[in-house]
């Protein structure tokens, strides 16, 4: 495999950066629609179980029939990377939109009302105290959005676009097991760093959950 690498280094790098792409841009986007989204869901109570019906249909959708059926809706090419990035976008829009929901709905009512009491206005409230307190919630489902787009990026290499999936595919087809071996041992360690990244940083802005933890202990 050491021999695989030294011989192929240029190659796996740029699947690596590539695989970083398809997977985390999908993320980032997903998370700035699913926080309006989830807070709508909240705001408008008749509109809570709608979402978490939308929401786990959508997620219920092959990831390789999405990626073959996006470039008829787009219009874009099938080997264009932008088919990836729309279908693991609506993959964590729709994991994340009911975690940010359910996240806001875990604030305590009283929390809200003595905000509310101290002169909050709605969006700061939302801003200073709502979302804060819900960040642990939504971190956590960040976290599963994260890992689950960088597994399903892979799939991509089936339709040409994969990053670390297009080793795979090389290796099937060559009967080599090299590139199969380096290929899910980077995709691994990639979806460990990544969610290490994010426990720091919810470690990092929530340090009242940790003492909070203590205190249960």
Same mark, same amino acid.
């Given at each position: ?6 011989? %192929?280094?240029?190659? #796996? +790098? ?11 841009? *999908? @993320? !980032? =986007? &997903? ?21 978490? %019906?939308?929401?786990? #249909? +959508? ?11 996006? *470039? @008829? !809706? =787009? &219009? ?19 994991l994340l939109a009911r975690t940010v929901a359910d996240g806001l709905k875990s604030v305590d009512p009283t929390v809200t009302q003595a905000a509310t009491a101290m002169g909050y206005r709605r969006v700061r409230r939302l801003i200073d105290v709502e979302l804060p307190v819900a960040l642990p919630v939504i971190l956590a489902g960040l976290r599963v ?73």
């Open positions: 495999m050491i021999q695989y690498l030294q011989n %192929n280094y240029e190659t #796996v +790098l740029t699947a690596l950066q590539q695989h970083i792409w398809l997977a985390l841009v *999908p @993320v !980032l =986007l &997903g998370f700035l629609i699913a926080l309006p989204i989830g807070y709508l869901g909240v705001r408008f109570t008749w509109l809570y179980h709608p979402l978490v %019906n939308t929401c786990g #249909v +959508l997620y219920s959708i092959p990831s390789l029939a999405l990626f073959v059926f996006l *470039p @008829v !809706l =787009l &219009g874009t090419k099938v080997l264009s990377p932008i088919n990836i990035v729309v279908a693991l976008t609506i993959y964590t829009v729709a959005a994260t890992v689950a787009n960088i597994s399903l990026v892979s799939v991509g290499a089936l339709i040409g676009v994969g990053g670390l999936g297009q080793l795979f595919t090389r290796g099937f087809q060559l009967f080599y097991l090299e590139p199969i071996l380096v290929g899910i041992i980077l995709s691994v360690l990639l979806a460990g760093i990544a969610d290490l990244v994010i426990v720091l940083i919810q470690r990092a802005v929530t340090p009242w959950a940790r003492f909070q933890r203590g205190g249960t202990a």
